[in-house]
């Protein structure tokens, strides 16, 4: 398998730009997280999809941010308009979502996001 | 709120030495995880913990778990620069979201 698969990489925009990160889960995973991770807050969750529908998006700083999956194998991060507080390394994490198991979440590459 | 925190945030140590680091966590959970991340890399599973007093081992590292004092340990046994990275430890909050600690940065010198 391929892993969490997530693009791109690297992103450099300037303020005021809309970004749009990609992330694609591991096959047969039906639970998706969108993380967060600086230096100063660590990682920290931003939303939560089961079944490609959102389940927790109490973590989304503010009305900037947006997610949707609109299938099993898909998933987007939209930040519009970027901030340079929005710099940080976004990591997508995949589940099989059963419960009673580890339900172990494997982590993507990440994209590490530059706003000047 | 769950909080996690793992201590030290920073260790360095000699090759061949053995040390612990320590997380503990404020609620209840039912299941604790160890990361590894490399500089620049992503999140690797170590170990899952589901139970009060499991154990698991891999190599110089064994992590272990008790529920009742909400604590785990990871042990370095006769530790390898190749061991040097970032370990997180983490616990489930409302059966998903992962809460993780702020990392232990090892480092591991000749």
């Known amino acids: 398998d391929a892993g969490v698969i997530q693009s791109p990489r690297h992103e450099v925009t300037e303020m005021g730009q809309e970004v749009t990160l990609r992330c694609k889960p591991i096959?047969?995973?039906?639970?998706l997280f969108w993380y967060r991770q600086t230096m100063m807050r660590g990682l920290e969750l931003l939303i939560y999809?089961?079944?490609?529908?959102?389940?927790?998006d109490s973590g989304m700083p503010e009305d900037r941010f947006s997610a949707k999956m609109p299938n099993a194998s898909f998933s987007t991060l939209k930040i519009q308009p970027s901030e340079p507080r929005d710099s940080a390394v976004y990591f997508c994490?995949?589940?099989?979502?059963?419960?009673?198991?580890?339900?172990?979440?494997?982590f993507g590459p990440g994209t590490r996001l530059t706003v000047l | 709120e769950l909080k996690v925190e793992q201590n030290p945030l920073f260790l360095s140590m000699q090759e061949g030495k053995n040390y612990t680091i320590y997380c503990n966590y404020s609620?209840?959970?039912?299941?604790l995880y160890w990361y590894r991340q490399d500089p620049g890399k992503s999140l690797e599973s170590l170990f899952v913990?589901?139970?009060?007093?499991a154990v698991k081992q891999e190599g110089r590292l064994m992590a272990s778990l008790d529920t009742k004092a909400r604590l785990s340990t990871l042990h370095i046994t006769a530790a390898v620069h190749d061991l040097s990275a970032t370990y997180f430890c983490?616990?489930?909050?409302?059966?998903?979201?992962?809460?993780f600690g702020k990392g232990t940065s090892l480092l591991v010198t000749p």
């Open positions: 994490a995949s589940s099989s979502g059963r419960r009673g198991g580890t339900d172990t979440q494997y």
């Open positions: 096959s047969g995973h039906n639970s």
């Open positions: 999809f089961n079944n490609n529908v959102p389940i927790d």
């Open positions: 609620t209840t959970s039912d299941r």
């Open positions: 913990l589901l139970s009060n007093g």
């Open positions: 983490a616990v489930v909050n409302s059966g998903y979201a992962l809460n």
